[in-house]
RNA sequence: GGAGAGAUGGCUGAGUGGUCGAAAGCGCUCCCCUGCUAAGGGAGUAUACGUUAAUAGCGUAUCGAGGGUUCGAAUCCCUCUCUCUCCGCCA
């Protein structure tokens, strides 16, 4: 959520911003609204002060044995007076707060402007890409001919979007989990956590998902609704809510590795074929819960910590900050990590590491005692992938394949493979 | 799933319709006293919103959440959530 106060005292400030990435936001309307829920509000509390007042004389009265019934018969109407006010007061704050959760987070002024994903851009670039002596095959034949990787099979039970993976992949898949958590608890300081896959409602508000992306989540139909998480940002960063953090406890950096969960409506045709999109995928996630001068570097931090894995799994990948067209809801700037897949020729998304700022904190009230006021403020949460494990498969699929069809084990999994160095 | 008990400020815990944002204790902060530690005395110590130049005042809301009764609700009623105890079931 956009800070209200900024709404008000800057809404076209605040539009200009968000026009950036092609989203239009109604100053003028909102602004109207707001001076209604101002007059509203003053009365309804000038009215609440009253019968306040009121109240309190006459249990005075009471106490003293006087008569009371005159001073109830002045607050007769009091109570209806108050009732309208109240009800209409609410119902112009609910309609402002629909718009305030709707509302994308402020661009990070360096987010470079663009429409697409065409316009993001390049920051760096790390390896260089494997010249291969033969054809190199995509993770689909390789997987498939080492049978470990099954579609056909998923689609029996689940449908489509869906993988069976077996043997030497699904064991290489848990040694790439087992291989980022490790790192990320041992060097980069992350608290490993276990997380709810299940979540309710106000829980995806807080992060951003809810209420304007419902369709992307899968949701139980239990009594009280659940909701699949799609990813563990969501479980992660709400452990900031509702609390009040001291200083001294802050940065808070956590990972957790979980399936992640995502219906994909409005991605027909978009990587039908494969792993690359899938309804579930495994990921290991990292989150920071800083304050607020912290963000900045933060998410530098974060990006490199990503950046490590891909340079001790030795795979070529570039790091690009998102333009405005293709940045999410809830970032206010974001370094997408992409791996060089031989298999299709390019580059593609493995980790996106964004800066919220205040705005999910906002959102689910979860603050920080500033060091040197002693006053609660918003704290900055910062997410990203570290990395997403089913891709990170792919990307060691086909960068180390061999002529024969058999996938060297990267150096670094091996531990985590019982040693053995090839998968065939 | 069955039966019962509970949810109050940083913590413990009082408060069953009126002057209660809330006793008391602990903790914490500041001051005083005290030749350093200990002990003692005093003051202060929630959050959000509104109004405002103001993190000054003043107002409003908040005693798990939401609704209701009432001139007035921490206190009475309803629904929900969570916690604990016992039974059942179970990885």
């Given at each position: 959520m956009i800070d209200p106060k900024l709404l008000r005292s800057d809404a076209n400030g605040v539009a200009t911003n968000l026009a950036r990435r092609g989203f239009s936001f109604?100053?003028?309307?909102?602004?109207?609204?707001?001076?209604?829920?101002?007059?509203?509000?003053?009365?309804?509390?000038?009215?609440?002060?009253?019968?306040?007042?009121?109240?309190?004389?006459?249990?005075?009265?009471?106490?003293?044995?006087?008569?009371?019934?005159?001073?109830?018969?002045?607050?007769?109407?009091?109570?209806?007076?108050?009732?309208?006010?109240?009800?209409?007061?609410?119902?112009?704050?609910?309609?402002?707060?629909?718009?305030?959760?709707?509302?994308?987070?402020?661009?990070?002024?360096d987010v470079p402007d663009g429409n697409s994903e065409d316009d993001n851009l390049e920051v760096r670039r790390w390896g260089e890409p494997k010249a291969f002596a033969f054809a190199p095959k995509d993770h689909i034949e390789l997987g498939e001919a080492l049978g470990g990787l099954d579609f056909d099979a998923a689609a029996k039970v689940s449908g489509a979007r869906f993988a069976v993976m077996q043997g030497g992949l699904a064991r290489l898949q848990r040694a790439l989990i087992q291989f980022m958590l490790d790192t990320h608890t041992s060097e980069h300081g992350y608290r490993e956590t276990y997380v709810p896959y299940l979540v309710h409602a106000h829980a995806l508000e807080g992060t951003g998902q809810l209420p304007k992306f419902e369709e992307d989540l899968f949701k139980t139909t239990t009594e009280r609704p659940f909701y699949l998480i799609p990813t563990a940002e969501v479980p992660l960063t709400n452990l900031g809510r509702d609390r009040i953090f001291d200083v001294g406890e802050l940065p808070l950096r956590l990972t957790a590795h979980t399936p992640c969960f995502r219906s994909e409506a409005g991605s027909h045709g978009q990587d039908t074929r494969g792993m690359i999109r899938q309804h579930q995928f495994e990921k290991v996630e990292l989150v920071h819960l800083v304050a607020p001068d912290q963000s900045e570097a933060a998410l530098e931090a974060m990006t490199g910590h990503a950046e490590t894995i891909l340079q001790r799994l030795e795979l070529p990948y570039r790091v690009v900050a998102l333009c405005t067209g293709d940045i999410g809801f809830g970032a206010s700037k974001t370094y997408d990590l992409e791996v060089w897949l031989p298999g299709q020729q390019k580059y593609r998304e493995i980790s996106s590491c964004s800066n919220c700022n205040d705005f999910q904190a906002r959102r689910m009230k979860g603050r920080v005692r500033n060091a040197d006021t002693g006053k609660p403020e918003l704290l900055h949460t910062l997410n990203g992938s570290g990395v997403a494990a089913g891709r990170a498969l792919i990307a060691v699929l086909e960068n180390y394949q061999q002529e024969d069809g058999s996938i060297r084990v990267p150096d670094v999994l091996k531990p985590y493979m019982g040693g053995i160095d090839t998968i065939a």
């Open positions: 109604d100053a003028d309307a909102y602004l109207a609204l707001e001076e209604k829920r101002k007059s509203l509000q003053v009365e309804t509390e000038s009215l609440q002060s009253e019968r306040n007042k009121s109240a309190k004389s006459i249990g005075q009265a009471k106490a003293k044995g006087e008569d009371i019934e005159p001073l109830l018969a002045a607050v007769n109407d009091l109570g209806a007076r108050l009732e309208d006010t109240e009800s209409a007061l609410q119902s112009v704050q609910t309609e402002l707060r629909d718009i305030e959760l709707g509302l994308p987070n402020l661009l990070a002024d």
